[in-house]
């Protein structure tokens, strides 16, 4: 049974940082397509970063520069360094792991930027 256990959320001023973690169980990390989604109050999920088995990344024009997505293959974990935060960053930050034709969504963990 896939498990993804997101970690790292919290409230920070605007310019801050964040380092949010997932944790993956259950799959041949190693393998999957792993990506960090997120949801605003009132809008539709979107893309944050994605990262492949062979490490390329895909970013959000809104986040190029300012965050930076990782894989740990040996601790089955994926992170996402989030810097220079501004308040439209707020949302609930989802991990999601793929690997054709199975996909499986993380609980999600919480970011405010606010002053």
């Known amino acids: 049974q896939v498990q993804l256990v997101e970690s790292g959320g919290g409230s920070v001023q605007p310019g801050g940082s964040l380092r949010l973690s997932c944790e993956a169980s259950?799959?041949?990390?190693?393998?999957?397509?792993m990506g960090w989604y997120r949801q605003a109050p009132g809008k539709q999920r979107e893309l944050v970063a994605t990262?492949?088995?062979?490490?390329?990344?895909n970013y959000a024009d809104s986040v190029k520069g300012r965050f930076t997505i990782s894989r740990d293959n040996a601790k089955n974990t994926v992170y996402l360094q989030m810097n220079s935060l501004k308040p439209e960053d707020t949302a609930v930050y989802y991990c999601?792991?793929?690997?054709?034709?199975?996909?499986?969504w993380g609980q999600g963990t919480q970011v405010t930027v606010s002053s």
């Open positions: 999601r792991s793929q690997l054709w034709p199975a996909s499986a």
């Open positions: 990262i492949n088995s062979a490490g390329s990344t």
């Open positions: 259950g799959i041949n990390f190693s393998r999957y397509l």
